[in-house]
């Protein structure tokens, strides 16, 4: 998505786009290798407003996504949906000097750089859309996951396993106390 900076001005303007996430490198390379699939496209809708010395942007982007539990390996889908607010100021990372960087960090405000007649979304957007992939995919935060000993699903079936290491547990902390 880009941004024509001579089409922003004080009245705030939206803008929506819908992109194939193959088309964003960051996004194509996690589902190359294995970390989800984009089930459709990249959603943005964005909101843009020129203030003082800078652009806000803001706006949410989203994508369904399937992904793989980190317990028991079922794979099921998600949204990722996630909202942001950007400062974009004219210029390079480099004419930014240390205090103001710390001041914009302490605020925790995203703030980036455009140079040129256009503001180029496209990295912020598959920044915002890899963020909100889980590092651990979970189907569900109770999700028993897989049974270390037989690989059985646990959410599916029980096993004997479970009871033994129950046990094993216990007798851990048994040696622990006697060995004080
Ligand atoms: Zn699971
Ligand atoms: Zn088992």
Do not use: W
């Not at 992904?67 to 942001?84: G, I, K, P, Q, T």
């Not at 980036?112 to 651990?136: C, N, R, T």
């Amino acid at each position: 998505m880009n941004i024509n900076v001579a089409r922003i001005q004080d009245k705030p303007f939206s803008l929506q786009s819908e992109e194939p996430a193959e088309s964003f490198s960051m996004l194509s390379r996690m589902q190359s290798e294995g970390e989800c699939i984009f089930n459709g496209p990249v959603r943005s809708e964005v909101t843009v407003t020129r203030e003082f010395d800078h652009m806000r942007v803001s706006g949410r982007v989203s994508a369904e996504v399937t992904l793989a539990c980190s317990r028991c390996l079922a794979s099921y889908n998600e949204e990722v949906d996630s909202h942001f607010t950007i400062f974009f100021r004219k210029g390079t990372s480099q004419d930014v000097d240390e205090e103001e960087e710390i001041e914009l960090g302490e605020h925790d405000l995203i703030s980036a750089f455009y140079s040129g007649d256009e503001i180029d979304l496209s990295h912020e957007i598959e920044e915002q859309v890899a963020m909100g992939i889980p590092l651990k995919p979970l189907c569900s935060e109770e999700c028993r996951g897989l049974c270390p000993t037989c690989g059985i699903d646990m959410n599916l079936s029980a096993c004997s396993c479970q009871r033994e290491q129950t046990s094993l547990k216990f007798s851990a902390l048994k040696d622990f106390k006697v060995s004080r």
